[in-house]
């Protein structure tokens, strides 16, 4: 029979259906009792309009259409199936897909910003039954890693707690972790591990009973790491180690290498002593001394001994007591030379006027007035420098100004 048109100019009713085996359906809308029953694939949906690329349609089983655009909301009541190599694509730029290439599951991030994973309360992953976990997250709590369903690792407000052995190459941690047991990598049970990750192989004693006498243990020698605290000791000697008999023990074990006088006779005179020098550790008390002579470090204690300079001079520690007698030039008194109650004169020995100078980080009174600085000595005129605190002066005399 040859192909034929059908057509109803003013509208058809079939009571138990029609079935399309060719060909392209063309409506301005379908109509009809939209229930699961009947529209396995439009359950819900009463009126259809503008569905393009449909080359196929049987309502109440399966529609296979080659491309479908909706600008609503599709509900899907039933399975949404995708075969090996279909791939869900979200985001205008294809940035997030979804699809299986019948080996793996992939869910591809290739898009601006962050992939997140939200959840609330707790995100777990498991198997596929559910029944093996691999990772807890839990919300505002611990973070927990599993193997083969036992609980290895989880994260605390103070650190990490790590249940079983731990093997790491390197492991910084600012919080306290806790761990059943910590596994040097190459370590062996014969040793020990360090603080800094290093081991001691060093063989040690588990047990030890001491049974020998203090007889056999002192003949083993005489150094100790560790002093013996008695009361009284009573030897027939006492050694010294590395000491020798011209040494004498001193009381806190060293040793005094001194040579003592075994007996002495005094047979010297007052006059023999006193030539052997004039120097004593110790001042001798007497009453009158009468002496031809009294001298000190510097000479006769009843001279000013005289430094005598015909150009500029500088004032040094040797000329405490004496006099600087000057002809030309002047005299400058720098700082770190004298100490307290140091004394120095100063002759103008020309008929021209001799600049006494205030050195640097020196002060130099004027005796009498609060004046500091340089001074002038007239010709013939004497002045003394008194040094009074550690580079503090005061000078007077006649001719000075």
């Not at 290439?101 to 997140?116: E, H, P």
Request: aromatic share 6%.
């Amino acid at each position: 029979m040859a192909n034929q048109n059908f057509r109803v100019k003013n509208g058809l009713e079939v009571g138990t259906g029609v079935t399309i085996s060719g060909g392209i359906v063309t409506a301005t809308t379908f109509s009809g009792n939209a229930t699961s029953s009947n529209y396995a694939t439009t359950a819900g949906i009463t009126t259809y309009s503008s569905i393009s690329g449909i080359s196929t349609s049987v309502i109440g089983g399966i529609g296979n259409i080659s491309q479908l655009q909706v600008s609503g909301v599709s509900t899907f009541q039933s399975s949404v199936f995708l075969g090996d190599g279909d791939v869900l694509y979200f985001g205008d730029g294809e940035d997030l897909l979804i699809w299986h290439n019948s080996n793996d599951s992939i869910i591809r991030d290739s898009g601006t910003g962050d992939l997140l994973i939200e959840g609330g309360n707790r995100i777990k992953l498991t198997n596929p039954t559910g029944i093996e976990t691999y990772a807890v997250f839990n919300q505002d709590g611990a973070v927990e890693l599993w193997f083969d369903n036992s609980k290895k690792l989880e994260t605390t407000g103070a650190g990490v707690t790590v249940t079983g052995t731990t093997f790491t190459n390197q492991l910084n941690v600012s919080g306290v972790s806790t761990a059943s047991s910590f596994v040097k990598s190459g370590g062996t049970s014969s040793q020990f591990l360090k603080a800094d990750g290093s081991v001691d192989s060093s063989t040690y004693l588990t047990t030890y009973t001491e049974t020998d006498t203090l007889n056999s243990v002192t003949n083993r020698g005489n150094n100790t790491s560790n002093g013996i605290s008695v009361g009284i000791v009573t030897a027939s000697s006492f050694v010294k180690s590395g000491g020798t008999s011209s040494q004498f023990l001193k009381a806190d074990g060293s040793v005094d290498s001194s040579t003592y006088l075994t007996s002495y006779t005094e047979t010297d005179t007052l006059n023999s002593v006193t030539n052997r020098g004039n120097s004593t550790s110790n001042g001798i008390s007497v009453g009158i001394v009468t002496a031809t002579t009294v001298n000190d470090s510097i000479g006769n204690v009843r001279d000013v001994p005289q430094n005598a300079q015909i150009s500029a001079y500088i004032l040094a520690a040797s000329d405490v007591g004496k006099h600087i007698s000057i002809t030309t030039g002047g005299v400058t008194v720098n700082s770190g030379i004298f100490s307290a109650g140091d004394t120095v004169s100063i002759y103008n020995n020309s008929g021209s006027n001799q600049t006494i100078t205030q050195g640097v980080s020196v002060t130099m009174y004027l005796v009498g007035t609060a004046t500091t600085g340089n001074r002038t000595l007239a010709q013939r005129g004497v002045a003394t420098i008194l040094c009074v605190a550690s580079d503090t002066f005061v000078i007077m005399g006649g001719g000075l100004t």
